[in-house]
Structure formats: structure tokens, C-alpha cells
């Protein structure tokens, strides 16, 4: 397969596309204000988000009659969004959906960008590897160029997402791509992560169907965007836009596709499938997963 950032010249972040544009002269230089707004606005949608599921852990907890924070609170966190899952499906019964039962993790508090590790900590658990989603943000690779504006605020120049997370996953922050993603699976499962970036949204279907989860790359709001900003980086211009998200695909019929989603902490949340797949081919056909259970016994422990 061709280099990703050459052959596909349509990939995002909630920030973040690449371009097949190479020269920085011809880039187009967003407002650092207007970038800002953007990110204030999910900021606050996060706090919102962050506060309910506040409440859901303590009326979780206070039910199991546990008195101990930390640790327990979030496995209570993750026994309530389990259960969530666990009665999702048959809330659409009849409809002829395709559901995999993966643990749903919530990005937040917390990570506000870290919606790629999120949803690799769910692929993970899924396949029985405890992992977090903190250790994970802690050891994916990280872009090394700082954010740089020009005198009139505007975007000057960034980090790669195809090389690494772009920015500060807690803070103002874009996101990361396939690359990095695909190699710390690699690292919990050696030899058994399988990048399908490229594909058709058939063949990442095909592989819903045969009960593997997918993380793929598509916008926050699960269609295809216009807001778009570019800047450069040390390996050319990436053209991305800040609505980009990652989530784990966990099931799917003839209109409807349902994604684990990390930033609402829902599980099998349905979307559009002709939009969803029209925002995910605009992110740059990105999908994650691992290869057949043939191909790793002994590692899945579902119950």
C-alpha cells in the first residue's frame, strides 16, 4: 500500500486532514481565534458530558454501597457503561443489526482529545488485555512540532498526526492517526494489529460482520464536515478539521451503522451509515483493528 499522506488526500482530525498539497506557500492560513472558538465549543460540550457521567459513577457507586474513590469509582464507571451495552442491542431488535458486545470506556474526565486511545482501550479489553486509557495516552507517540501562529494569530505550523498525537490530549489539542494507533496495538498484541486504512467501507464491514470492532476515523457528529483548516509540518501540510473523532465500530444493518462512542460514553450509538461512511472516506478511509481470532488463541477472554 502506497504512503498514506500520498494517496489519500482526504484526512482529518477534529483537527486534522492530510493534503497532497506539498508547498507551504500555498497554504491556506486559518485564524488561531476561529481554531480556539472551535475547540472552546467542544471544551464545553466535554465539561457537560463530564458532569453527567460524574453523576452516573456516584449513583453507581452509592448502589454497590462502596465508600473507597479511585480505582473503585471507575469500576463502577465501567460496570454501569458495560450494562448500558449489555441492553443496547435489543433495543433494536428485529432490526437485522450485526452487534459485537465490546466494553464501552468514556474518554472523559480527562482526555479531552483522547478519543483515538479511548477507543483502542476498548479494542483491547475486548480482546482481554487490561489496559487503560490514561497508559495509553502516556505511551502513544506524540508529534514533536509545537503549535506556532503568526502575528495575526493565524495557524503557522503544527504536528503530523501520521507521526504522532498533535498537541495536548488534556488540554488544546488535535489528535493522532492510524500510524501511531496501529503500533501500540502492535505493542499489547504483537504481530496481531491489522491497519486497514485504505480499504473499502465493505471490506471494514466484512470484517464488523466476522465479529472483530474496528476504531475508525470520522467527525464528531458522524457525517461529512466543511469546516476544514490546513497548516504545515515538518513533513509537509496537513489539512485537517477539528470535528474529527475516533470511535470503535461495533455494529451495523442496511441503514444504520453503531459505534461505541467514547466522548458520549454510549455504546452501540447509532448513526447514518451513508453519512458515517461519507465522513469516514473524508478522514481518510482510517480503520484499526486486529487480525482473525484464528490468528490469536488464546488471547480474547470474553464472557
Same mark, same amino acid.
Given at each position: 500500500m502506497?504512503?498514506?499522506?500520498? !494517496?489519500?488526500?482526504?484526512?482529518?482530525?477534529r483537527?486534522?486532514? %492530510? *493534503?497532497?498539497?506539498?508547498?507551504?506557500?500555498?497554504?491556506?492560513?486559518?485564524?488561531?481565534?476561529?481554531?480556539?472558538?472551535?475547540?472552546?465549543?467542544?471544551?464545553?460540550r466535554v465539561?457537560?458530558?463530564?458532569?453527567?457521567g460524574?453523576? #452516573?459513577?456516584?449513583?453507581a457507586?452509592a448502589? *454497590?454501597?462502596?465508600?473507597?474513590?479511585? /480505582?473503585?469509582?471507575?469500576?463502577?464507571?465501567?460496570?454501569?457503561?458495560?450494562?448500558?451495552?449489555?441492553?443496547?442491542?435489543?433495543a433494536?431488535?428485529?432490526?437485522?443489526?450485526?452487534?459485537?458486545?465490546? /466494553?464501552?470506556?468514556?474518554?472523559?474526565?480527562?482526555?479531552?482529545?483522547?478519543c483515538e486511545?479511548?477507543?483502542?482501550?476498548?479494542?483491547?479489553?475486548?480482546?482481554?488485555?487490561?489496559?487503560?486509557?490514561?497508559?495509553?495516552?502516556?505511551?502513544?507517540?506524540?508529534? !514533536?512540532?509545537?503549535?506556532?501562529?503568526?502575528?495575526?494569530g493565524?495557524?503557522?505550523?503544527?504536528?503530523?498526526?501520521?507521526?504522532?498525537?498533535?498537541?495536548?490530549?488534556?488540554?488544546?489539542?488535535?489528535?493522532?492517526?492510524?500510524g501511531?494507533i496501529?503500533?501500540?496495538?502492535?505493542?499489547?498484541?504483537?504481530?496481531?494489529?491489522?491497519?486497514?486504512?485504505?480499504?473499502?467501507?465493505r471490506?471494514v464491514?466484512?470484517?464488523?460482520?466476522?465479529?472483530?470492532?474496528?476504531?475508525?476515523?470520522?467527525t464528531?457528529?458522524?457525517? /461529512?464536515?466543511?469546516?476544514?483548516?490546513?497548516?504545515?509540518?515538518p513533513?509537509? /501540510?496537513?489539512?485537517?478539521?477539528?470535528?474529527?473523532?475516533?470511535?470503535?465500530?461495533?455494529?451495523?444493518?442496511?441503514?444504520? %451503522?453503531?459505534?461505541?462512542?467514547?466522548?458520549?460514553?454510549?455504546?452501540?450509538?447509532?448513526?447514518s451509515?451513508a453519512?458515517?461512511?461519507?465522513?469516514?472516506?473524508?478522514?481518510?478511509?482510517?480503520?484499526?483493528? #486486529?487480525?482473525?481470532? !484464528?490468528? #490469536?488463541?488464546?488471547?480474547?477472554?470474553?464472557?
Amino acid at each position: 500500500m502506497t504512503d498514506f499522506k500520498q !494517496s489519500a488526500t482526504q484526512n482529518v482530525r477534529r483537527g486534522a486532514r %492530510v *493534503s497532497g498539497v506539498k508547498h507551504l506557500t500555498s497554504l491556506a492560513r486559518p485564524s488561531f481565534k476561529a481554531a480556539l472558538t472551535h475547540w472552546l465549543r467542544h471544551f464545553l460540550r466535554v465539561q457537560l458530558l463530564a458532569a453527567v457521567g460524574t453523576l #452516573v459513577v456516584f449513583f453507581a457507586t452509592a448502589t *454497590s454501597g462502596a465508600s473507597d474513590s479511585g /480505582p473503585l469509582q471507575m469500576r463502577a464507571r465501567i460496570i454501569a457503561t458495560d450494562a448500558r451495552m449489555a441492553v443496547k442491542p435489543h433495543a433494536v431488535a428485529g432490526s437485522g443489526a450485526k452487534f459485537i458486545r465490546a /466494553p464501552i470506556i468514556d474518554q472523559l474526565p480527562g482526555l479531552y482529545n483522547g478519543c483515538e486511545v479511548t477507543s483502542l482501550a476498548m479494542l483491547l479489553r475486548y480482546e482481554g488485555i487490561r489496559v487503560t486509557k490514561d497508559e495509553l495516552a502516556g505511551q502513544v507517540r506524540k508529534a !514533536s512540532m509545537p503549535l506556532v501562529s503568526g502575528s495575526g494569530g493565524q495557524i503557522l505550523q503544527w504536528g503530523d498526526p501520521n507521526q504522532g498525537f498533535v498537541g495536548d490530549m488534556r488540554e488544546f489539542g488535535y489528535g493522532v492517526y492510524h500510524g501511531p494507533i496501529a503500533a501500540l496495538l502492535d505493542r499489547d498484541l504483537p504481530r496481531h494489529s491489522l491497519d486497514l486504512t485504505g480499504s473499502s467501507f465493505r471490506t471494514v464491514l466484512s470484517v464488523l460482520q466476522s465479529g472483530r470492532p474496528l476504531i475508525v476515523w470520522t467527525t464528531i457528529h458522524f457525517r /461529512p464536515t466543511t469546516d476544514w483548516v490546513t497548516w504545515g509540518s515538518p513533513d509537509g /501540510p496537513i489539512r485537517a478539521t477539528m470535528e474529527e473523532h475516533a470511535v470503535l465500530l461495533v455494529g451495523f444493518n442496511k441503514t444504520t %451503522v453503531f459505534v461505541n462512542d467514547p466522548l458520549t460514553g454510549q455504546a452501540a450509538q447509532p448513526a447514518s451509515l451513508a453519512a458515517f461512511r461519507a465522513s469516514w472516506i473524508q478522514l481518510g478511509r482510517q480503520a484499526v483493528t #486486529v487480525t482473525p481470532p !484464528s490468528a #490469536v488463541t488464546g488471547v480474547r477472554a470474553r464472557s
